[in-house]
């Protein structure tokens, strides 16, 4: 997927959750809406499609305004019964749901691929 399609799909997916901001030039990274709690990008070790997702979702969220403060989960390290774990790798979820509409996974989860 390329940067702009995930720039495009994401800022529509957070556009109504945003408050009306300043421009980007006024604004210092202290001064950035939080997204912590809202946003969860989830990885595994080996992932070879990390580096690339998470290089888009920062220059998606730094295009919006957005801190970069989002907490990064790696997968191999939730407990088997957490919902989180049947989602493949990298995920984002933006509360709770998947940034590309990805039904929540239901039990069994299926092994990490």
Do not use: H, W
């Not at 799909?9 to 901001?21: E, I, N, Q």
């Not at 997204?35 to 690339?52: E, H, Q, S």
């Amino acid at each position: 997927m390329n940067r702009r399609s995930f720039t495009i799909g994401f800022g529509a997916l957070v556009a109504g959750a945003c408050a009306r901001r300043a421009p980007e030039s006024t604004l210092s990274s202290s001064q950035r809406r939080s997204v912590r709690g809202d946003l969860v990008f989830i990885t595994r070790d080996g992932c070879v499609n990390t580096p690339d997702m998470l290089l888009n979702l920062d220059d998606s969220l730094r295009g919006l305004g957005l801190a970069l403060d989002y907490e990064v989960i790696d997968l191999g390290k939730l407990p088997k019964t957490d919902p989180r774990t049947g989602y493949p790798t990298p995920t984002v979820l933006y509360r709770n749901r998947d940034l590309f509409d990805m039904p929540a996974p239901v039990p069994p989860y299926p092994e990490p691929s």
